[in-house]
C-alpha cells in the first residue's frame, strides 16, 4: 500500500473540487472527464511524461472528507501493466490548522509498480497544494 499525507493552505471544500471538477483537476494531473458520482467513470490524461492514461471509477464520495475510486492505466506500449480498476485510491479530508489534512492511499498496486508510484503521487500532490492554495 501507498500512503502519503500534505498539509493544503486551504479548506476541504476547495481541496475536494480539486477531485471532482475536470477543469480544477486537469490545473494538477491533466485533462480530465469526471462523472462524480458512484460509478460514475473517471479518466485522466497525465501532462507529466508520455501522456499516459488513467481509467477508474468512483467508488464513494462523502462531500469535503473522502473520494475513492478505481485506478489503472489504460493499455498502450511502455504503459505500466495495472489494468483499469485494477487498483483502488481513497482520499481523505480532514480540516486541520486552517487547511486541509489529505490523505491518500493506493492500494492493490504491484511491488514492481510502487516506488514509481508512490514517487508520482509526490509530485501529484505537490501540485495540488500549490494549485488549491492560489484559488
Known amino acids: 500500500m501507498i500512503e502519503r499525507s500534505i498539509q493544503i493552505d486551504a479548506p476541504p471544500e476547495v481541496v475536494w ?12 494531473l491533466g485533462p480530465a472527464d469526471l462523472e462524480p458520482m458512484p460509478g460514475g ?3 485522466f490524461q497525465l501532462t507529466d511524461g508520455p501522456g499516459l492514461v488513467v481509467r477508474g471509477h468512483f467508488t464513494e464520495l462523502r462531500p469535503y472528507e473522502k473520494i475513492a475510486f478505481t485506478f489503472g492505466w ?4 511502455g504503459v505500466p501493466d495495472l489494468p483499469p480498476g485494477s487498483s483502488q485510491v481513497e482520499v481523505t479530508l480532514s480540516a ?3 487547511g486541509t489534512l489529505l490523505t491518500l492511499r493506493h492500494t492493490s498496486v504491484p511491488p514492481n ?3 514509481n508510484t508512490n514517487a508520482g503521487w509526490a509530485g501529484f500532490l505537490h501540485a ?3 494549485e488549491a492554495a492560489n484559488v
Not at 489504460?74 to 506500449?77: G, K, N, T, Y
Open 41 to 43: 467513470e473517471l479518466t
Open 128 to 130: 495540488l497544494r500549490a
Open 113 to 115: 509498480l510502487a516506488e
Open 74 to 77: 489504460e493499455p498502450a506500449p
Open 96 to 98: 486541520q490548522a486552517g
Open 17 to 28: 473540487r480539486f477531485f471532482t471538477d475536470p477543469a480544477r483537476m486537469a490545473r494538477w
